[in-house]
């Protein structure tokens, strides 16, 4: 917040292990409003309006610090977060164009089957391709211009530019298999296995045998992608790549165990290998969802090209705050980053995240958003029933030793016995009922026995017939 110091225990938060993160650059801006011309008591009146700002951000301080080490909960845990993250993943669109791939026949390529898979080691035998586990395949039956379009198109959905780096997803590859010799096995298997143009696991176990089969990296497709700077808008980028089709043999030998499978060379003649030119669409997950914003539709056509990138990047998670103060007539203004939080200065992932984070955790300011193609931006003012202006004790007092009284009104709870107590007091008399004089014969006193204040007999008229109904305890 501007003119209010760091705390130091945040400064070094990013690197506690918490969750939390604390982006702040030189390039975030502070600036104070042109003030109009004021008087000497103005002036001091307008810095005291602004000072109230000071108590309620010394308290998320305190809050802040001691949730470094012992934080209520996981800040990656928070739904918010985890929406902004999926949005971030890419989506990806496999086709084939009857244009780009005019020289082959179409029953030489489809049916195709395009899988999702990653090998489960670097490590393969001589004539055997890395043995790959899939979790997602889909069927081509037409080029994209013909047919029915669920056969036409094959969608995945990847992670996001970030994380393709990382050793997990990294070894990502996009599988083409043809099977050429035996086209009808394959649409037989496509009208009878697949939902829509996924295929289910089951029906590839029939593929085993000859085939045609090419791979494509999707490291290699994030490098081009991380060069479009276009695709953080939410536009579709359209990319082509050459696909070298080689002959092998299709082991499907871990498909029920595993969702594995492997190709091997040595079984098939290797003098079959054509290309394919496929063309692969990539668009954020989220991108509906930016497009419906103003201020993704803002137009770059003013920034020169070589600062496009830096621009688009810079503009992406720019937030404005403007703080209000002296009756809201003056303003300062912050510009935080990453959609970071200008108090606690916790990343929220989106400007629907930072609005979240703002209402829930900073409910002693009263927050205003709006947006536009130029900026995203929050207006703060304190809340006026906030009790930052009043003290309630002396100047230089310590509260903290300050005598206070506590009243709580102590409420009896009547003590209910349990059901061995109430037994303990019972004194079992065992009557030999067969002849009638005996029953008789039982004197009154025997149970008119006291204990703890408590009398336990008969009522007088049990004593030759049976209980009435109101006998009861006395």
């Known amino acids: 917040m501007p003119g209010l110091p760091l705390p130091p225990a945040a400064q070094d938060a990013g690197?506690?292990?918490?969750?939390f993160g604390y982006p702040r650059s030189t390039d975030q801006t502070c600036r104070q409003q042109l003030r109009p011309r004021l008087s000497p008591d103005e002036q001091l009146a307008a810095e005291e309006s602004f000072?109230?700002?000071?108590?309620?951000?010394?308290?998320?301080?305190?809050?802040?610090?001691?949730?470094?080490?012992?934080?209520?909960f996981l800040q990656r845990c928070l739904h918010y977060k985890i929406h902004a993250r999926r949005k971030k993943r890419i989506q990806i669109t496999v086709s084939l164009s009857r244009g780009t791939n005019a020289e082959w026949p179409e029953h030489n390529i489809f049916p195709l089957y395009v899988l999702l898979a990653t090998?489960?080691?670097?490590i393969s035998l001589e004539g055997h391709s890395p043995i790959y586990r899939f979790n997602q395949a889909c069927l081509l039956t037409s080029f994209s211009e013909f047919g029915n379009k669920d056969h036409t198109k094959a969608t995945f959905i990847i992670p996001n530019l970030k994380n393709l780096t990382t050793s997990r997803a990294c070894g990502l590859n996009i599988i083409l298999i043809s099977r050429v010799s035996e086209g009808q096995v394959g649409e037989n298997i496509g009208e009878n296995n697949t939902s829509g143009n996924h295929v289910e696991g089951s029906a590839l176990q029939k593929l085993e045998g000859n085939c045609n089969w090419g791979k494509i990296p999707i490291d290699l497709l994030g490098s081009s992608l991380e060069n479009c700077v276009t695709l953080s808008l939410g536009h579709t980028v359209e990319l082509a790549s050459t696909v070298s089709m080689?002959?092998?043999?299709?082991?499907?030998?871990?498909?029920?165990?595993?969702?594995?499978?492997?190709?091997?060379?040595?079984?098939?003649?290797?003098?079959?290998?054509?290309?394919?030119?496929?063309?692969?669409?990539?668009?954020?997950v989220g991108a509906r969802d930016m497009s419906e914003s103003p201020y993704y539709s803002y137009s770059y056509s003013d920034v020169p090209p070589p600062m496009l990138p830096h621009v688009i990047r810079l503009r992406a998670g720019n937030v404005v705050f403007n703080y209000k103060y002296y009756n809201n007539t003056m303003q300062k203004t912050e510009v935080t980053e990453d959609f970071a939080c200008p108090?606690?200065?916790?990343?929220?992932?989106?400007?629907?995240?930072?609005g979240c984070h703002l209402n829930s955790t900073h409910d002693l300011f009263h927050f205003e958003f709006w947006i536009s193609e130029e900026?995203?931006?929050?207006?703060?003012?304190?809340k006026t029933d906030a009790a930052w202006r009043t003290e309630l004790v002396a100047e230089g007092v310590d509260p903290r030793h300050q005598t206070f009284s506590y009243c709580s009104k102590f409420k009896k709870r009547r003590r209910l016995a349990t059901t061995a107590q109430k037994t303990s007091y019972v004194h079992p008399h065992i009557i030999d009922l067969d002849s009638p004089e005996d029953a008789q014969a039982v004197s009154e006193d025997d149970f008119g026995q006291k204990e703890d204040g408590l009398i336990y007999g008969l009522h007088p008229s049990c004593k030759t017939g049976p209980l009435s109904p109101d006998v009861g305890y006395g």
């Open 343 to 354: 108090f606690c200065l916790v990343p929220c992932g989106s400007y629907k995240g930072l």
């Open 51 to 72: 000072a109230l700002y000071c108590k309620p951000v010394e308290l998320y301080n305190i809050i802040q610090r001691r949730a470094v080490k012992n934080p209520a």
């Open 375 to 382: 900026c995203q931006a929050v207006n703060v003012s304190l």
């Open 119 to 122: 090998p489960t080691s670097n």
């Open 15 to 19: 690197n506690a292990g918490s969750g």
């Open 246 to 284: 080689s002959p092998s043999f299709l082991e499907p030998k871990f498909l029920e165990r595993d969702s594995c499978l492997t190709f091997c060379s040595h079984k098939v003649d290797a003098t079959g290998s054509y290309q394919l030119q496929v063309g692969i669409s990539a668009q954020e």
